[in-house]
């Protein structure tokens, strides 16, 4: 008999080509290590309640009452939740087309996504319309679709920041398009610089790529920083002398660890440039439940927003989201309470307040405690995080690290996180899986691990890189460079 369909010769080549760090090498060989019986401290993945994070009492008070509606009957049920618990219940459930278990509509809870477009505009000052708002299973879901409907063949590009969050350069294989790169600065604090752009799309269009789309992460994944207004402003107009879509990864939106940069949507700035830019540029603006305060990850709950797309094209869009059926109806309970949030007088206010203001000046603290400890270790620099949830430190490897990394048959990086996973349980993502400048090394880490351990961590780090680097350095520039 000949080869099957599913036999690996002749799969699917596109979904072989895929490449995804974050749950890759590394991760596969935490796993193993934990099966023996070895202490792995998971900071490879942006996931807070895997790590300890506490999830907020009200949201979760909110999805127990309309998973188990029967509770609502029960003439006790005031004894257990909070009035405005069960009100909110009350009123999701009366939104869906029969409780929890029944299927919405393929793009959300008309409700739901009425509540998603009062969020945007309370923040952005500008209307939003919920029938150009789609809930999807996760941000990634909704960035899938997105890339899914832009990506053509081969010949189509997509503007994707290197480093990046492995999800673009996944997806954009998977459908079987080119990433076109562009580096950003780590000198300026991971900031971007418009004339790399313009040198990325030459590029591209040199070797005959049509470039469509360009992505941004704000605040960025794996490097931290958040972008500027006059940054943003760049970008759209870039994007509107090159005619791309712009994709807007805006998950980390509540993630922020200093106040000089707040947090500015790309729409808020698309609108504030007003015509003729406001409406011509293509956007699609994507959030989530995972991060933030929330730290919903495993709910799987999120939504993108579309501006100046043409109704057609949302009804195409419409009609893939309908093969799916419906995104997880309890993940849209949590988007809507995330979106609308409690008000002060509240019963369940103060207590809400404490909990997401305790978890985001903690994260606050352990952004400064992991740049800090990064920056006291031999050979390592690291800009400070001023959003999201990661720190990415560049390792200065002396070149017989390198050399025997190259013995090993393994990337210098990725050679640097086996050794440190191996001797201290601390599982990372090296620079190479989000990629990185040429002869440039780094290493991905979450600063989501309990503030009480994190010193404990930083120093276990510093042990072994300080140990490490004085093993391969030998006679080698011994400075700090």
């Not at 998971?42 to 506490?54: I, M, W, Y």
């Not at 505009?121 to 890339?147: H, N, W």
């Not at 293509?282 to 929330?294: A, C, D, E, M, P």
């Not at 059926?325 to 307040?353: C, E, H, R, T």
Request: hydrophobic share 35%; proline share 6%.
């Amino acid at each position: 008999m000949g080869l099957k369909a599913l036999d690996y010769e002749t799969m699917n080549e596109n979904v072989k080509k895929v490449q995804y760090a974050v749950r890759g090498e590394l991760y596969l060989r935490a796993s193993e290590l934990q099966k023996e019986g070895k202490k792995i401290i998971f900071t490879n993945v942006g996931n807070p309640q895997a790590l300890g994070q506490k999830p907020l009492t009200f949201p979760r008070q909110v999805v127990a009452l309309c998973q188990a509606p029967f509770l609502l009957d029960d003439p006790n049920v005031g004894l257990i939740f909070p009035a405005d618990a069960i009100a909110r219940a009350k009123h999701y459930l009366s939104l869906t087309s029969g409780g929890l278990g029944a299927y919405s509509d393929s793009r959300g809870i008309p409700g739901v996504r009425k509540e998603v477009a009062e969020f945007i505009e309370r923040r952005d000052g500008y209307p939003s319309d919920p029938e150009l708002i789609f809930l999807t299973d996760g941000a990634s879901k909704g960035v899938m679709q997105i890339l899914n409907c832009i990506i053509r063949g081969q010949g189509d590009g997509v503007l994707v920041p290197v480093p990046q969050y492995p999800l673009y350069s996944a997806t954009i294989s998977l459908f079987g398009g080119s990433l076109v790169p562009y580096y950003l600065e780590e000198t300026a604090n991971w900031g971007l610089d418009v004339n790399n752009l313009h040198e990325s799309v030459a590029q591209a269009r040199f070797k005959g790529i049509t470039v469509r789309a360009m992505v941004i992460i704000n605040p960025g994944n794996p490097t931290g920083q958040c972008l500027s207004e006059a940054n943003l402003r760049e970008i759209l107009n870039f994007c509107y002398q090159e005619n791309l879509v712009l994709l807007g990864d805006e998950v980390y939106q509540q993630n922020i660890y200093q106040d000089k940069r707040p947090f500015i949507s790309s729409r808020k700035v698309l609108m504030d440039m007003g015509p003729p830019i406001s409406k011509e540029v293509q956007l699609v603006s994507f959030h989530t439940v995972s991060k933030g305060y929330w730290g919903e990850c495993g709910q799987r709950g999120g939504y993108f927003e579309m501006t100046n797309i043409p109704p057609k094209t949302v009804d195409e869009i419409y009609k893939i989201a309908s093969i799916s059926l419906s995104p997880n109806v309890p993940a849209q309970i949590f988007m809507g309470l995330m979106v609308n949030p409690l008000k002060p007088g509240d019963v369940s206010y103060d207590q809400f307040v404490r909990e997401s203001k305790g978890i985001l000046e903690s994260l606050r603290r352990r952004a400064r405690i992991m740049t800090d400890g990064f920056n006291s270790c031999k050979n390592v620099v690291c800009n400070f995080t001023e959003g999201a949830m990661y720190s990415f430190p560049q390792l200065r490897l002396p070149p017989k690290a390198i050399e025997a990394a190259k013995q090993a048959g393994k990337v210098p990086d990725v050679f640097y996180c086996l050794k440190l996973l191996e001797a201290t349980g601390i599982s990372t993502v090296p620079g190479s899986g989000f990629g990185q400048k040429e002869g440039v090394f780094h290493l991905r880490t979450t600063i989501l691990p309990a503030e009480e351990d994190m010193p404990e961590i930083m120093s276990s780090f510093k042990k072994f890189n300080d140990e490490f680097m004085a093993q391969y350095e030998d006679n080698w520039n011994r400075s700090r460079m």
